[in-house]
């Protein structure tokens, strides 16, 4: 089988939980494999990164060249070919970067490009989503000359088991001299708004079902007793009920809460690449069609309208009964 090689995005010093969930991805297209960690950056951060790596993977690549510094899709790239063998399988969660790096890095290593994946099946069928969620297509890779492969991040639970302590292997010196056509500036950081949905645990997530400015209130009812907030999609934003800052998705904000209630959100990949963590998701939609379902652990085929104030009803009288057995003892 070809060799695994999974590009671990970080922060701060810390893998990205996408790593995790690439690690899946790999056991799954070859349960005997090991794959290896591909850590990209400069500096202390970078030796921090790839000692969290350790206990996940047997070999970590470390790649360290000034140049990594802000991201540089395009230095990547150019450090990637020069180190990747001929014939891996690269993984990279369909994200920003991933979508900035990937294609490029297919065509200079002759290699297959399978973007934005959400399951695979035996014997490497590969599960993509087209017309905005409407139909799943599968797809057969060829592997003769490797393959490089994104995958959308939340569609896979992260491996929960970490291996024997690997190892750091130094591979900065394999990296070519570089002419480079873009520069890292400088990173801006999102503007927060009254709430950072970014720190909470609890989320009530609207969309377009949602129907008008006005019903939003049912929503902030139930996240207020659940001592969460609430966020939403940009169908939201875009009619002015919400605030820039409470968009989940692409063009919003990346959140990691615990559980996640999407209320009228079809699940577009646009709001589903915002959603990290694999969270415990309960999805709301009258359209039992609806792309959400796929992500979902729980999944409600009703009105939003009408099943959210009866939740919210039910959701009291359960905290009310568990303080009335507490006063009990």
Known sequence: MNPIFIVALHQAGLPDDSVGELISVAKVIDPS????????????????????????????????????????SEAMREALVAIVPKGSIVLLAHEHFGLDLAPGLSIKLNASYVPDVIAVEEGLKLIRQEFNGQFSVRMECDLSAGAVITIRPGCFKATSTASAEGVVIDKSAAIPTMTLHRRYITTIPAQVGDVDITKQTVLVSVGRGIQDQENIGLAEELASVLGGAVSCSRPVVDAKWLEKSRQVGSSGATVSPKVYLACGISGSFQHMTGIKGAPFLVAINKNPGAPIFQFADIGIVDDVLEFLPVLTERVREVLAGKGAAVAAR
Do not use: I, Q
């Open 33 to 72: 494999s090991a794959p290896t960690a591909l850590a990209c950056g400069y500096g202390a951060e970078l030796d921090s990164v790839c000692t969290s790596l350790r206990p996940m993977f047997r070999e970590v690549w470390k790649l360290a060249n000034e140049h990594f510094t802000g991201s540089n």
